[in-house]
């Protein structure tokens, strides 16, 4: 699938404007940025173990991407620069379960980015095939398991982790999403 | 074995020490275990409250398997997982009636697929594309 395809406007249901994109080898400064910016509990959900500084590796592994089986779409605000969250699917060999993680800057919450972000990554992984989409989340992390039970997915223990929940939804998302 | 089966905890605290014994004896996945448990006697009791919150639902066990697996992430491979799964199919098979091991071996499989997903979908460092093919640029 061409990737590059995949770069657009979108629209928050707050009427909050943002450009998504692809990333790419040059984006690690930007990206390190925008970690500076998310909130320690949001860090914490996201790579689900403490860390307070997102270093080179962990970096290295957002951006080094194949664009098939990994992809990781970057939204930025009207600037053009300034990245204000990430979200990372991660397809099994099969592509047919994909993973989903989405990081959002603490000044841009509540505006309805993660929830317009999410469903581009659904489109996109339904393009490519993709029929689960699957997000392993803390169960601490109410506001996202929330979110994502709104757009249809459900919630299950993990197993054998129970500070976790499976949450997943089958593809393709209704039109209206 | 309870009337349903499931394994007892008398069970869990001989298989869990014997198993173990048997993981650190193993070429593969042997150092990796020893490199990062100190007090195995600790570790072993540990063990024992998670097979039991996991099969008996005690709640005994309050921490989180993935987050510690993801602290050691750089030397696990997935290769690892198929060998201690294979050598928990043998401890389980040597000293639990069949349906007892089965339930344990059913279960260990899903939660080893779990810490994959964990592991290897939303890191993603080296190991977990080494098995990966080659990326088709766009």
Known sequence: ?177 | MDISGNVSEAQLERLIPRFYARVRDDALIGPVFDSVIGDWQQHLGKLVDFWSSVMLTSGRYKGSPVAAHLKHLPSITPPMFDRWLMLWAEVTAEILPPTTAAALQGKAARIAESLKLALYFRLSPAPGNASRPTPTQS
């Not at chain 1, 993990?158 to 949450?167: F, K, M, N, S």
């Open chain 1, 1 to 177: 699938m061409n990737t590059q395809s995949w770069s657009g406007d979108l629209t928050t249901r707050t009427g909050f404007k943002f450009h998504v994109r692809p990333i790419s080898s040059n984006d690690e400064p930007a990206l390190a940025e925008l970690f500076t910016h998310v909130t320690p509990d949001d860090l914490r959900f996201r790579f689900l173990t403490g860390i307070n500084i997102v270093d080179h590796n962990r970096l290295a592994a957002l951006i080094d991407v194949d664009h098939r089986q990994k992809e990781n779409f970057l939204a930025l605000a009207e600037d053009g620069a300034t990245v204000i969250a990430t979200a990372m699917l991660a397809c099994d060999d099969a592509m047919e379960t994909g993973e989903v993680a989405i990081s959002i800057r603490s000044d841009y919450k509540g505006r309805g980015v993660s929830w317009k972000l999410l469903e581009y990554v659904a489109r996109f992984a339904e393009a490519a095939g993709v029929q689960t989409l699957q997000s392993i989340e803390s169960y601490a992390n109410h506001s996202a398991i929330e979110l994502e039970r709104n757009m249809g997915f459900t919630a299950r223990p993990y197993p054998g982790d129970a500070t976790l929940v499976l949450v997943e939804r089958k593809l393709p998302l209704p039109v209206d999403a």
